[in-house]
């Protein structure tokens, strides 16, 4: 049974390229042996991430994920079932959200920014499937 869960955070101290870059290597030695798909979304401070695969692989990796210390203040922000994948093309892509244009921030958000939060899971999901249909994602990796 497959699942999609997306959930936010605050970067423990202001984002660098190496740790995303190890995060993302990470994602990539673990992510195809476990099923798992997704997209991960950055800014200065905060991190959008939604994962999909199976139910005990996704709350498994989401259980590893609240315990890093890269990270605080890590919230789920929607859970579903679901009959397919959404971001199945991503062992996890990743947006740096300083590259995004503004307009698509402002489409689903009082300002420009990336907030989770404080706009709906709702929102911040239609975020991402913008991104993914702007082709604004990076890092196919499979
Ligand atoms: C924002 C964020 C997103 C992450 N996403 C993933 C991921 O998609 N896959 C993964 O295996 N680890 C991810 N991690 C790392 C995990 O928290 C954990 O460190 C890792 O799974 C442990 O892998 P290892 O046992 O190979 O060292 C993420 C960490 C953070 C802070």
């Not at 990539?28 to 800014?43: A, V």
């Not at 203040?73 to 959200?97: C, H, K, P, T």
Request: net charge neutral; with cysteine.
């Amino acid at each position: 049974m497959l699942v999609r869960l997306l959930y936010a955070s605050r970067a423990a101290s202001p984002l660098t390229a190496p740790v995303v870059d190890s995060i993302l290597a990470q994602s990539r030695e673990n992510n195809p042996q476990q099923g798992i798909t997704g997209l991960l979304c950055f800014s200065d401070d905060i991190f959008i991430q939604v994962i999909e695969g199976g139910r005990d692989e996704v709350c498994k990796l989401y259980n590893a994920i609240v315990r890093d210390n890269r990270h605080t203040n890590v919230r789920i922000l929607s859970y579903e079932e679901i009959d397919a994948r959404r971001f199945g093309g991503w062992v996890m892509g990743q947006v740096n959200i300083a590259k995004v244009n503004p307009a698509l921030l402002l489409k689903h958000a009082e300002k420009a920014v990336l907030n989770p939060f404080n706009c709906s899971g709702h929102a911040s999901m239609a975020l991402l499937d913008e991104l993914v249909a702007t082709a604004s994602v990076v890092n196919r990796g499979n």
